[in-house]
Structure formats: C-alpha cells, structure tokens
C-alpha cells in the first residue's frame, strides 16, 4: 500500500468565512432596468438596499432632487441655540467648545471654531485628556471654563451622558448647549438646550448625523440667522464629509446628499489644512504614496472630479485619527483652521509622522497578541469570544487591533491593557479596554450584561470601551462568555460576507463600473457592491508589499452550456499571504475596483472572499498517481492529486516534512502542514532537482 501525504494537506487554506447572497428578483430587476436604463446587475444591489420603485431609484442615485424639511422644524431645541449663540455674539461673550478626540469630534470643533470665529464670536476649546481622563465633558473642564469667565458652554460629540458635569455648569451659572449624535441616557442632563438626532423620529433623513452633522447644521442656521452664509457653506461641508466617514455614519439620508456634495469639494479643498494633509497622505496628482494601501501604485493619477469615501476612510481619516490616539488633538484642530500654508504642512507631517508610529504599534500589538491567542490554544467553538489583556499595551490603538482579531478569528474581541489610577501607586489596579463585535453579536448589551463587574463602559451594538478592577478580569470574560452563548451559535463563528450577485467576469467593464459609481458614496448602510463568480482560474500570483496577493484571473466556466477561455483580469487580494498559493481554481468575492498606470485605466477585482467551487468534482482532492522513490540516497513518496481543474505534487520526507507544488507555480510549501508551512521558491536546484525526480518515479 503506497503512503499517502498528510492529512494536513488534503485541504487548500482558504479564508475562514460564511457568504450570504442575497435572494435574487430577477423579474424586478429586469423591470426596473427596463424603465431606468440601468444594467439588471446593478438594479438587483438596489433592491437588496431596499430600493424597489422608479421614484426610489431616482431619489437614491440623485439625492439632491429630494426637497428636505428644514432642520430647525426637525430640531426642536435648534432655534434656541442659534438664539443664544447670536446673543453672545452681539453681547462679545466668551464661547467654549468641549470637543472629543476621535475624529468626528476633531473635525466638529474645527468646523464650529472656523465658523463662529467667521461670525465674529469669541470662542475657545477645550478637549479631554485621552490618556487621563477619558471621553466627553467633566467637571475640571466646567470649572475651568467657569473661571476664564465663559458665558456659553457648546459641547460637540459628547454631553449627552454627561449628567454631572452639566449640573456642575449650571450651578456656575453657564449656560449650555449639548449637540451630540450618541445614543440617550435614561434621564437627560439639564442643559439649557440638546441638539441629537436620537432625539428625532426614526424616519428623519437627519435621524443619522454624526457629530459633525450636528456641528454643521448648527452653524449653517446660525449663518443664515446672521445673513453671513457666503465663502462659508462649502469649507464646513468639506469638514463635515471629513468627519462623516471617518466616524463610519451611515451614508443615508442627508448625510448621503451632503457627503456626496462634499466628495466633489475635497479635490479643489478651500480648507489650507485640507489641501496639505491630501498632499502629504498622497491623494492628489504626483504625491508619492506612503501608506500600504498601495504598494504597487506608488503615484496618484490626477484628482478626479470626485473623491470616494476610501480616500477618506482608508488615507486621511486614519492621519487625522492618528493624533487622537497617540497625541495632542490640537495638532488637528490647527491643521483644519489655520490659514498659514506652512504651519497647515507641519501639522499635516505631524499627522503623517504620528500615523506611522500608530501603524508601527497596532502591527506590534497585534502579534503579540495573535501569539498570546495561539499559545493559550483557545476552543472559540467553546467559548465564542476573546478576551486578550496584556500589559504596556498602548490603549489609544488596542480598539483597531480588536478589528484586525475579529477579522482573523470570526469572534468578537475584547482586548484590553493595565493601567493605574493617576498620581497613586497604592490604587487598587485597572484595565481598560476597547470592544468590537461581529453581526450576531450585540457589544453594548454585552457590558451592559456584565456592568456590575465594569467601573466604566460605553458604546454601541459594534464597538465599545470599558475599565473594571483587574481582579474581575476573569468574572468578565466568563461572564462574556455566558452572554455569547445566549446570541451566537457555532455556525456565526465565522466572518460574514454579504454577497449581492452573481456575474460572470465577462459582464465587467467600464459601463458596469460607471454604473455602480452612480450608487456612491459607499459606507455603512450602503455597502461596497460584492459580487460572486464561479469556477475562477488563477492564470498567475504572486504575494507583494506587504503580504498581499496580485493575481490574474480568468473563467473557464460561465454556463452549463459553453467552455470558453474569457480574457484575463487582475485582482488584488489585500493581506491574504497566509493563504498563498491559492488553488488554482475558486468562487470568488470580490469589489470592482479602478486603478490607473503609466495613463491607462482598468477594472480590477479586489477579492474579500474565496472558497472552493461546489461542484462534486471539486469537493475532494482525488489521489490520481502515488509513488516511492530514492533521491541522494533517501527515501520520499510522493503523489499527485487534482483538486477540481488544480493539479499538485506532494513530496514527502521520512521527517514527515511535505513539498507542496501546484502545477504552473514557481512558489511551493515546505512544512509539516500548511498553516505552519513556508513559501519557498521551487526553481532553485535544491528543489527542482527533487521534483524531477518525483516526476520520473511518477512516470
């Protein structure tokens, strides 16, 4: 009986994922192609967003059409407010601003410190200590304000849960304004007036506002109160678009007309500061690109006429987030209001520089603590969620390395680090830490579930932050893991990816793509289109910058009736080196993407799913040849087995070690199985000179 290779190795590596399609309506969607002129393919990903109608499509791709009630009917505290700024205008009392630390409260007291300066208030801020004193308004920020004789307390992202610092200002005899967007305490603080669009009916088109947008509708009234809107509307929007993705608001509503009015402004900013971070981050035409979002395109074509929210999300959200994790906000704050070009280039360098030393932590903590995760050999079957604490870990970054865990592991992640109450070493010791969640899993109610063990917490159904005394730690994570037994079984244990159609890679050109564009801007609530095609063939991979895969792609089968061999495509499969070499046949999900080179411009695919194609044939490596031989005095075995259309040479040693080679690839495994196995490059001698001998014992 001939020996056969690992078990190990019977089963490519593929992302660890579970794909939900949508139900197709292709009657709908050929009806609805057929009165508004648009491919069937992208009237089936309106549908799944729920647009169903003519009317509903035309509203959707052309938000501006729609007529808007006035945000002073929707807000019923906004005429106050604009009637107690306007007085302390005219009276030329002082005005504090409290703003946050992430960057939609960065941007909101940039934008209302640029337009009430422009109204000719007298107006400061202030920003809590991320480090000591954590997020929103307290009472040393009131009593401090109290004593520089400030009239007019305006909070922006934040107030809203802020009990006792609010009573503390009205003691003081201040008057206050909270605008916020987070969700409302049981009872209110006692402000003179709340702008929050919680507060507004679940059908509002105001009812998703980030802070910023609370910012913005607020100084947009008052301007117009004051007679003073023009050269000011345009810069605010550009904050405010800023500030809308970067704090991941859903791209509905006003927010989706303002967003995509403000996209088209960012190219040609009227904002110094503005122009000097998308020169340093790389967006616009001839920058140098320094992020690894890119690492073969190292120059930017030309500014178009519109950004995507990804130049937001992905290049100067993170720079402006950067300084609210590791440094002083003010450093943004003067970014987004000078005027001075060269101070707006040195904050903007300052963003760059502190953002390369956020990405250098994040990637350190992260391997810390996927070794942590893999040394402990948790069961997540068992367990369904993670609870990772460590010391001298930087708390302002843990809350992206949570992302990066529930992305690799499918569980949602609490991670949290030591730390001591300030100016004492005889307190008792706490840990603090942030939280992200997967879509069965609610966070909120999860330390909400466990408040009695929690000094602090706060968040949402995806994220969170919380401290409790470090002798609880173990109560919590039992306590967490009670919680993910109530709401998540073992099928959810895997990252979900959200599929919207089928299409064959011959359907992809550029008047899909200008189609979909017209369904921009993308975000939360109006997701990226994803579409699924069968039976890939990778023609050529190859792993570049930074653990990413280039691939080019063909089909070979589109149809139960017809073989063709389409023309090739490339794609690009970001992060996914654990999984190289793919199989040279797959499903795969994927984004359309746009990339411009050397002035020419393609469709790309970039790849957010994989997995083996589900025809019998494919479901099981068959074992076609096996054989033993001799090489350099030592004995091997080796066997060739095909995998749906993949054919791969398996080598194995007396060690137990196996040389795995897919046919056409210049790059195999070496290990004892895949995931411990190493890339190794098969043409070199010491290899090929092997597998030629395997090949001959094989005949």
């Not at 405010?240 to 007309?257: C, E, K, M, Q």
Request: glycine share 6%; with cysteine; net charge negative.
């Amino acid at each position: 009986m001939q020996p056969s290779p690992p078990e190990s190795f019977n089963s490519p590596q593929l992302p660890n994922q579970r794909w939900y399609i949508f139900p197709q309506q292709p009657d709908l969607a050929q009806k609805l192609s057929d009165v508004m002129g648009i491919i069937p393919l992208v009237t089936q990903v309106l549908i799944n967003r729920g647009i169903e109608t003519p009317e509903q499509v035309e509203a959707f791709i052309t938000p501006e059409s729609q007529v808007l009630p006035s945000p002073l009917e929707e807000f019923k505290d906004l005429a106050r407010s604009v009637e107690l700024l306007e007085s302390a205008i005219n009276q030329g009392d002082k005005i504090a601003i409290c703003g946050d630390y992430d960057a939609d409260g960065m941007t909101s007291t940039a934008l209302l410190m640029r337009s009430l300066s422009l109204l000719g208030a007298n107006v400061n801020y202030a920003i809590p200590s991320r480090m000591t004193e954590g997020y929103g308004i307290n009472t040393r920020i009131v009593e401090e304000f109290h004593q520089e004789d400030v009239k007019i307390i305006l909070t922006v992202d934040n107030g809203i849960a802020a009990y006792q610092p609010i009573v503390r200002a009205k003691e003081l005899d201040l008057t206050v304004i909270i605008t916020d967007h987070h969700d409302l305490p049981e009872k209110l603080p006692p402000a003179d007036a709340i702008l929050n669009p919680k507060l507004l009916p679940i059908s509002s088109p105001y009812r998703g506002l980030a802070g910023v947008g609370v910012a913005y509708v607020l100084a947009i009234c008052l301007a117009q109160k004051l007679g003073k809107v023009q050269g000011l509307v345009n810069p605010l929007l550009e904050l405010f678009t800023l500030g809308t993705i970067a704090d991941l608001a859903p791209l509905n509503g006003v927010n989706r007309r303002w967003v995509k009015r403000g996209l088209k402004l960012l190219p040609y900013s009227q904002i110094t500061g503005v122009q000097a971070l998308i020169q340093v981050a790389g967006v616009s035409t001839g920058y140098q690109v320094k992020s690894e979002e890119q690492p073969e395109n190292p120059i930017i074509p030309p500014a178009s006429k519109t950004l995507k929210p990804d130049d937001i999300g992905f290049r100067l959200g993170p720079r402006i987030n950067a300084i609210g994790r590791l440094a002083d906000p003010q450093i943004v704050i003067e970014l987004l209001t000078t005027e001075n070009m060269g101070i707006a280039l040195e904050r903007a360098m300052q963003c760059e520089q502190i953002n390369q030393k956020r990405q250098q932590l994040c990637e350190e903590i992260e391997q810390e603590a996927i070794a942590w995760v893999e040394e402990q050999q948790i069961d997540f079957k068992q367990e369904r969620v993670l609870v990772v604490v460590q010391p001298q870990w930087h708390h302002g970054v843990i809350g992206i390395v949570a992302s990066r865990l529930v992305e690799r592991y499918g569980v949602p992640v609490f991670i949290g680090t030591y730390e001591q109450e300030e100016n004492t070493t005889e307190s008792p010791q706490m840990i603090r830490g942030s939280a992200r969640g997967i879509f069965e899993f609610d966070v909120f109610k999860a330390l909400e579930y466990s408040h009695d063990l929690l000094h602090k917490f706060g968040g949402h159904k995806a994220a969170g932050g919380f401290s409790f005394l470090a002798e609880n730690l173990e109560q919590f994570r039992l306590r967490l893991i009670e919680f993910a037994h109530q709401c998540l079984e073992v099928e959810h244990l895997k990252p979900l990816i959200k599929i919207d159609a089928q299409a064959n890679l011959s359907e992809i050109n550029f008047n899909l793509y200008d189609q979909l564009d017209q369904l921009h801007p993308c975000g939360i609530e109006n997701n990226s289109p994803t579409f699924w095609t069968p039976n890939v063939r990778i023609i050529q991979q190859r792993v570049v910058g930074k653990g990413h895969i280039k691939l080019t792609l063909t089909q070979d089968k589109f149809s139960h009736t017809q073989l063709t061999a389409l023309p090739t495509i490339n794609a690009m499969a970001w992060r996914w080196a654990d999984y190289f070499p793919l199989p040279q046949c797959l499903d795969i999900a994927y984004h359309l993407k746009e990339n411009s080179w050397n002035g020419q411009t393609n469709i790309e695919l970039e790849l957010v799913g994989a997995r083996l194609p589900e025809s019998p044939e494919n479901d099981q490596p068959q074992l076609t040849k096996s054989a033993e031989f001799y090489y350099n005095n030592k004995q091997y075995y080796c066997s060739l087995s095909s995998i749906g259309e993949t054919q791969e040479l398996r080598i194995k040693n007396q060690k137990g070690e196996v040389l795995a080679i897919q046919k056409g690839q210049r790059f195999g495994l070496l290990g004892t199985s895949r995931q411990d196995a190493e890339t190794v490059d098969v043409s070199q001698p010491v290899f090929y000179d092997l597998i030629q001998s395997a090949i001959k014992a094989l005949g």
